[in-house]
């Protein structure tokens, strides 16, 4: 194995008895075609003896990846219609997305990048960074900037420090933030110096990726309070996923995991349609009757939005169930007569 415990080769997979020996071939041509990494804390997390188990469903390589479904695209979000430079799309006018890296310390098996991420090499190079600021410092009007990828902190914190720098000389760069799965699948990363590295002029926030309450372990505890303490603002997202957190015990729990560690939820994603990622499909009904079924029940402040990236690059939006429904004509005029249900299901009249 590469590191400690880790699964970076379909050997690996069989080792931990995560595989049977005749199908390595198989899901080497998958491996081939989509990066294979499971981290040693959330390899530990799998429980061989479940075909259902959750941590598996998510980073274990499967045949089915190789079917490809004729609503299925490679680049799913539309990155490619915004790109504004290589690593960098600029979508809305206030935000920008930069990507150091296509590499992650781990690969989920539904990414809406998998197309993109994973292979040697996929590093921006100096004078493709020096680009991408030159693009965010000619533009008074860019307020945030994402650092995605893969995974900004698959880079040393040498080099996230050196990439900061240069954002900190640019005034109107007001807030960084990123976007990774690190602190839960590889906390030991974070070390002392991350957060110091981390705090800046600019308010850096930090989006974990998290999809199942047990990936909230321990050391994840520790590595997120670190980051917490060190005035770093935590938020997450997740997935809504077949078979992983399609059910509403377990994003119960993993809402409630995530706020008790001072984490506010704040995406659950629709899935994407990637290539190869019908077996994690949820329909949108079914998204909507999980999340109404927290309200009410789930304290607000453990609430995310439900949210459609609408293919081609039209962006995010909000596909919660809408309360307010309009009832005959008038509402144009500031006069109108709305029907709106509460969180216990009740409908009630209402004029606004
Ligand atoms: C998701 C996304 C963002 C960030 O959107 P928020 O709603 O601010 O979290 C920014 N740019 C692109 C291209 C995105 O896909």
């Given at each position: 194995m590469s590191r400690d415990g880790e699964i970076r080769r379909v050997e690996d997979l069989v080792a931990r008895g995560l595989l049977d020996a005749d199908r390595a071939d198989e899901i080497g041509r998958v491996v081939d075609r989509f990066a294979l990494a499971i981290t040693a804390d959330m390899a530990r997390l799998i429980d061989p003896a479940d075909p259902e188990d959750p941590i598996a469903r998510q980073f274990v390589p499967d045949p089915a990846e190789l079917e490809v479904r004729a609503d299925e695209a490679d680049d799913p979000i539309g990155d490619g219609t915004h790109a504004a430079a290589p690593g960098l799309t600029h979508r809305y006018r206030d935000r920008v997305l930069l990507k150091p890296t296509h590499l992650c310390r781990i690969y989920c098996r539904f990414c809406f990048r998998r197309d993109r991420v994973?292979?040697?090499?996929e590093e921006l190079s100096e004078a493709e960074i020096e680009a991408a600021i030159a693009h965010v410092a000619a533009r008074p009007e860019i307020f945030e900037v994402i650092l995605t990828g893969g995974d900004p902190l698959v880079l040393s914190d040498r080099r996230i420090g050196r990439l900061l720098d240069r954002l900190e000389a640019i005034p109107h760069v007001e807030v960084v933030r990123l976007h990774t799965r690190v602190p839960v699948v590889d906390p030991g990363r974070i070390g002392a110096t991350t957060a110091a590295t981390l705090r800046r002029r600019f308010a850096t926030w930090m989006v974990i990726h998290v999809d199942h309450?047990?990936?909230?372990t321990e050391a994840a505890a520790a590595a997120i309070g670190r980051l917490v303490d060190a005035g770093i603002p935590m938020l997450s997202q997740t997935t809504l996923l077949a078979g992983v957190n399609d059910r509403a015990e377990v994003l119960e729990a993993l809402f409630r995991g995530l706020v008790r560690l001072r984490v506010k939820p704040y995406y659950l994603h629709h899935l994407d349609r990637a290539e190869g990622t019908a077996r994690y499909r949820v329909p949108v009904a079914r998204g909507r009757e999980l999340m109404n079924g927290l309200r009410g029940r789930l304290t607000g402040i453990a609430q995310p939005v439900y949210v459609l990236d609408i293919p081609g690059g039209h962006g995010k939006v909000p596909i919660g169930a809408d309360p307010l429904e309009p009832v005959g004509e008038g509402r144009e005029a500031g006069t109108g007569r709305w029907r709106v249900t509460a969180p216990d299901g009740g409908v009630h009249d209402w004029e606004g």
């Open positions: 994973g292979h040697a090499g309450p047990r990936e909230l």
